[in-house]
């Protein structure tokens, strides 16, 4: 590996890196295109314009509109079928200046070297994660999200393999590796390896979820450390967001990562040479794959960069969850089934003993449409809500999504036809339900489904209308998803080690909930339809067989 | 529409023999003839684009199982080829890396990446395709590549887009086969038999350059040769076999790694040219200057006093021409090293009058869409094209799903020839003739399904993905030439009065990319082979197990006579028991 060895060449990305400390983010696309055209690439350009559903108070954002900047080095004697991508997000302000830089920096040594075999695609996306769902989507030609974006010119043939790159800052002392992408899809364990591996062989520090890897393994804080690393992982891909530019690639089977430079063991400094010459041995081990990466594994946690826990591990202790609704369900199923022979004699007890899979329609009906109401009224209404009340339309779309989901549970959904019976019906189509919605959950998104599961299996398995009902009622409360996600802030704060007062973890928790929305109305996340449609209706069910009368 | 084939045919002939301006033969007394040269064109982006041509024509007659046994400078190898399998025409190209007409403009002589071969074959022979399966398992031995993994499921009969293009006017496509191999990968071995067939080898003559370390060290690479009968005189009153090598290939500005820009025959191909082949009658080196008439783009050393200009592909061009047969060429030095200093800095990318791009889309390994998108940018003549589109059966194409569309508009072509395709037998064929209106993008499009193939069908690196070949563009492009409305230059008032000339469109071929698609696999690791042999194993235990346990077994009677049959046919009428 000969990058930057040369002192001519490194003296000219150091130009290139001092030039890039002017704010030039805000994407000058004249320059790039220029910039690119004169390293000898085939330069593109992609305009797009996304109106959000309601403003992202987080990023000030609400009529997006940008141009994405990409160069294709198309690779001597390939027939452009196969590429490589390699982004750098360039956001206003001049935040990652230095990743550009550097992404320019590579275009112009990797452009003079022969042994590539798969076309490389120098990406300069715009508006981040908003940029490069535009270009996804003009690049794959779907429309999955209702964005407008213009056709793109030039393309490189399906995609292997994909890194996005972060450097928040001049210097960096280790850099991060991000998996967790949309839907909690993650690459190939052989991504993050090859990283961890060009990591060790350079001699850089590598951290996963900004934590290092403890050599002390056997010991309980080194143990603690891991599972500290391990919770933040199942919280993030729980989250469904992707947490990195990358995550809009595994959609379209792409293995994607993104490598994120930070700054923070004061003592060890890395240059941009030494992350140059990590990216170049990544791509040149990507260039000579040759088939997809796929030989390990789709399906893991990582307490550690060298370690990690696979599908076969962590399923058995979600199928031990997912039998306690079936045990139930099949109890009362046996007891449903025992019941009419005592009650033989009359011909009114056996009408009355046999309420029938219709009698539970009506709460199925009714949880179902307020689930809907919930997924459906907050961006709709919130026009109305900022008219009639003194607040943005953020804060509308989330209050409202809040009273929705309150309001669910004063609605009076049970029937009363069949006082006995009806309940252990009712409860037997809701334990399958959760039990069917779980299974599917945990096998898209482990993390989710795993977390649902804790919180609704106990509250499933133990309610009935014969048990106490204020307390049981509080129980309730406090394992329903949203106060799920309440704790889930509050925990997945004290993982990262910042710890947020009450009032503060509030205002956290209702941006979580914009953030959810946006995610799925941007992007295509699912987990906001999943618990609105889905989870939600089927906690109601239970809810009402709490106060089945 | 049988117009333009005749059209097309027309103008190919013309086209593709520019610049070789000797058209007739010599009438000397050996009645065979080769022809060398080299066309070197400067291109725009600054890189060089090499164009090598071998001709060898010879006046015989493979036709109508005439045997042959005596040759010179006809290679024997393909000679027996064309006698022993009746071939009427054959064209074979391999290339390896994609031509970029964006950025290089049109080759002159258009090839897929991978393989290509399209051969017609003579009406004398009855069984086609036995015929074409022994050929090309024998090219496959000729050419050291994969041509024997041609079958049924890759070959296809175009009903217009190959036409022949030597004399002959039979043009039944029963007699026509095309088939590609996007996959294959040309290499030195595939070099080696190809120069083998020259009369002076690689020894002397143009050859010399063709070494394959340089060759391989390139942009684009691309050999073909091509086998027709062709006219012996203008009169074209008996024929001749007419054997065309071409070698093109493209060097890289940037990877050859030198600070300044500077090109010369020894840096592209590590040879200077000290001689001529002595077999052949014509050996010469073509220097394209026509946007560098003043040398304001380029430098080039040593200079000649010798200009020639030709049409090519629509275009008047200016050539330096260096005659290797005159000595007075070769200087006091005696060897040519030809030199191009680049002056300018590179230019912006080509709009060609017509290119073409391909692209899958979609997620996910259900189904997808095929685009192919093919462009006119003339700024007020449409033309018509030809587009054929063949993809494997296991793409299966939702036909009624086609659309092509431009300008917002649906396009409905003039012609349609679709061939569904049959599982494990045949592709798909799609031939449709559009008119592409001036400057716009026409896009087709068609759905597709992902068949789920049987577990042996699977290649050995099934995740690479699955291959579908080029679709091929074929179209009378209006010239460049007929597009000068600039009647300020200076030019006889005469010539000037009707904007048509003789030669307004001329013949091209543009290929698009070949596109790589995932199938829905299954995971050939470990545990799926443990999965498999488990469940063979339980299924061939459980199965004869199973059948040994509920079989009832009885004692089969004899068979009753005929009589008895009758008999009991009879009683059965008459309702009394039978016997």
Redesign the interface.
């Known amino acids: 590996m000969g990058l930057l060895s040369d002192p001519n060449r490194r003296q000219a990305l150091i130009n290139l890196l001092t030039r890039l400390n002017a704010p030039i983010c805000g994407m000058p696309v004249d320059w790039l295109v220029k910039t690119m055209?004169a390293r000898?690439l085939?330069v593109f350009t992609q305009s797009f314009s996304r109106t959000l559903p309601f403003p992202d108070e987080n990023t000030e954002r609400y009529v997006v509109k940008g141009t994405n900047v990409y160069g294709i080095l198309?690779a001597?004697?390939?027939?452009?079928?196969?590429a490589l991508v390699l982004s750098a997000p360039c956001t206003p302000g001049d935040n990652n200046n230095q990743a550009v830089g550097l992404l320019l920096g590579l275009a112009h040594y990797f452009?003079?070297?022969?042994y590539w075999a798969k076309d490389i695609i120098f990406l300069v996306n715009e508006h981040d994660l908003i940029g490069m769902q535009a270009w996804l989507e003009g690049y794959?030609?779907?429309n999955v999200t209702g964005m407008d974006w213009s056709p793109l010119q030039g393309?490189g043939?399906?995609i292997q393999a994909a890194l996005s790159l972060e450097l928040s800052s001049d210097v960096v002392t280790s850099l991060d590796i991000v998996l967790e992408g949309l839907n909690g899809q993650l690459p190939n364990l052989d991504l993050a390896n090859l990283f961890y591996a060009f990591c060790q062989k350079i001699g850089v520090l590598c951290t996963i979820q900004g934590k290092l890897q403890r050599s002390d393994w056997d010991s309980a804080s080194g143990y603690n450390h891991a599972v500290q690393t391990m919770m933040l992982m199942v919280m993030k891909q729980a989250s469904g967001r992707p947490w990195g530019d990358h995550g809009l690639f595994l959609?379209?089977?792409i293995e994607a990562a993104t490598v994120k430079g930070v700054n923070s063991f004061r003592h060890y400094k890395t240059d941009a040479t030494t992350i140059g010459r990590l990216l170049e041995g990544m791509y040149r081990k990507l260039n000579n794959l040759?088939?997809?990466l796929?030989?390990s594994y789709f399906f893991y946690l990582l307490p550690s960069l060298s370690h990690f826990v696979s599908i076969g591990y962590y399923m058995p202790a979600f199928g031990l969850l997912a039998v306690i609704l079936l045990l139930r369900a099949l109890d009362l199923w046996v007891q449903l089934s025992a019941q009419p022979s005592r009650t033989e004699d009359g011909v009114a007890g056996t009408e009355q003993s046999n309420p029938g899979v219709l009698s539970v329609l009506t709460p199925l009906v009714i949880s179902h449409l307020t689930g809907a109401a919930l997924y459906m009224l907050p961006v709709r209404f919130q026009e109305v809500a900022v008219e009639h009340f003194p607040v943005s339309e953020t804060e509308a779309v989330v209050l409202t999504a809040i009273a929705v989901y309150t309001a669910g549970l004063a609605l009076p959904h049970n029937t009363h036809r069949y006082p006995d019976m009806g309940w252990r019906v009712l409860k037997l189509v809701a334990l399958l339900y959760l039990a069917v919605l779980l299974g599917c959950t945990a096998v898209i998104n482990f993390s989710l489904g795993f977390i649902l599961a804790l919180t609704l299996v106990p509250a499933a398995a133990y309610v009935t209308p014969h048990v106490p009902k204020a307390l049981s009622a509080f129980f309730l409360v406090a394992l329903s998803p949203a106060c799920t996600l309440l704790f889930s802030v509050f925990f997945f704060q004290e993982l990262q080690e910042m710890p947020v007062s009450f009032q503060d973890g509030w205002l956290l928790y209702l941006s979580v909930i914009a953030q959810g929305m946006l995610d799925h109305y941007l992007y295509g996340s699912l987990v906001f339809p999943l618990v609105a449609l889905l989870v939600y209706p089927c906690w109601l069910l239970f809810w009402n067989i709490l106060f089945w009368k | 529409m049988a117009e333009l084939k005749l059209r097309a045919r027309a103008c190919t002939r013309l086209c593709v023999s520019v610049p070789s301006d000797t058209a007739v033969l010599s009438k000397t007394q050996v009645n065979e003839d080769f022809q060398e040269e080299l066309v070197i064109r400067p291109l725009h982006s600054g890189d060089i684009y090499a164009s090598f041509q071998f001709r060898t024509v010879w006046e015989t007659d493979f036709m109508k199982g005439n045997k042959v046994s005596h040759y010179r400078l006809f290679p024997k190898s393909l000679g027996q080829v064309i006698s022993k399998f009746s071939v009427r025409e054959l064209h074979i190209s391999f290339t390896?890396?994609?031509w970029?007409t964006?950025?290089w403009g049109q080759p002159f002589i258009p090839s897929p990446?991978?393989a290509e071969l399209w051969v017609w074959f003579q009406d004398s022979v009855t069984d086609v395709d036995a015929t074409w399966k022994e050929l090309t398992n024998v090219l496959s031995g000729i050419f050291c590549a994969s041509l024997n993994f041609i079958d049924s499921t890759n070959t296809l009969q175009p009903s217009a887009s190959f036409k022949p293009l030597g004399i002959g006017n039979e043009t039944d496509h029963r007699f026509l086969r095309y088939a590609t191999l996007?996959r294959e990968i040309v290499c030195t071995e595939n070099l080696t038999p190809w120069k083998k067939l020259l009369p002076c080898g690689s020894k002397a003559g143009l050859a010399v350059l063709l070494k394959s370390e340089k060759l391989?060290?390139?942009?684009?690479?691309s050999q073909s040769v091509h086998i027709r009968p062709v006219c012996q005189d203008r009169q074209c009153k008996s024929s001749s076999w007419e054997l065309r090598q071409a070698l093109n290939v493209v060097f890289?500005?940037?990877?050859s790694?030198q600070s300044k820009r500077e090109w010369s025959l020894f840096k592209m191909f590590s040879r200077t040219l000290t001689e001529a082949c002595p077999l052949a009658s014509s050996s010469k080196i073509y220097i394209d200057v026509t946007d560098n008439p003043q040398e304001e783009q380029f430098e080039l050393s040593p200079a000649t006093p010798l200009l020639s200009q030709a049409v090519v592909l629509g275009d008047r061009r200016t050539f330096s021409v260096y005659d290797l047969t005159q000595q007075v060429t070769f200087g006091t030095v005696r060897s040519l090293n030809l030199m191009i200093r680049w002056k300018s800095s590179?230019g912006?990318?080509l709009r060609p009058l017509l290119h073409a791009?391909r692209?899958?889309?979609?997620?996910?390994?259900q189904t997808g869409?095929i685009?192919t998108l093919m462009y006119n940018n003339h700024p007020f003549r449409s033309f018509p094209v030809l587009l054929l589109d063949s993809v494997p059966w296991y793409l299966r194409l939702y036909i009624h799903t086609l659309k092509v569309i431009s300008k917002g508009k649906d396009n409905n072509p003039s012609y349609i020839h679709y061939q569904p395709s049959k599982d494990r037998e045949r592709p798909h064929l799609l031939e449709m003739l559009l008119q592409l209106p001036p400057h716009s993008v026409t896009e087709v499009t068609v759905q597709f399904e992902r068949a789920l193939l049987k577990w042996t069908e699977y290649t050995p690196?099934?995740?690479?993905?699955f291959?579908v070949g080029s679709s091929v563009i074929s179209s009378l492009v209006p010239s460049t030439v007929a597009m000068e409305t600039n009647i300020t230059m200076e030019q006889p008032l005469f010539s000037s009065f009707f904007p048509c000339k003789e030669e307004s469109s001329y013949f091209a071929r543009v290929y698009t990319?070949?596109?790589?698609?995932?199938l829905p696999?299954p995971?050939f690791?470990m545990p799926y082979n443990v999965i498999c042999l488990t469940c063979t194993v339980v299924a061939v235990g459980y199965g004869s197990l199973y059948n040994l346990l509920t079989r009832s077994f009885q004692v089969e009677e004899p068979n009753p006579g005929l009589a008895k049959r009758i008999a009991n046919v009879i009683r059965r009428m008459r309702g009394v028991p039978p016997l």
Do not use: I
Not at chain 2, 359 to 365: D, H, Q, R
Not at chain 2, 461 to 465: E, I, L, S
């Open positions: 055209q000898g085939e198309r001597p004697r390939a027939p452009r079928t196969e452009r003079n070297q022969v794959h030609h779907t393309r043939g399906s959609r379209y089977h040759l088939e997809r796929h030989q | 390896q890396g994609y970029r964006m950025q990446p991978g996007p391989f060290h390139s942009s684009f690479h890289d500005l940037h990877t790694g590179e912006d990318m791009e692209y899958v889309t979609g997620y996910g390994l869409e685009h690196d099934p995740n690479h993905g291959y990319e070949p596109l790589l698609v995932n696999t995971d690791s």
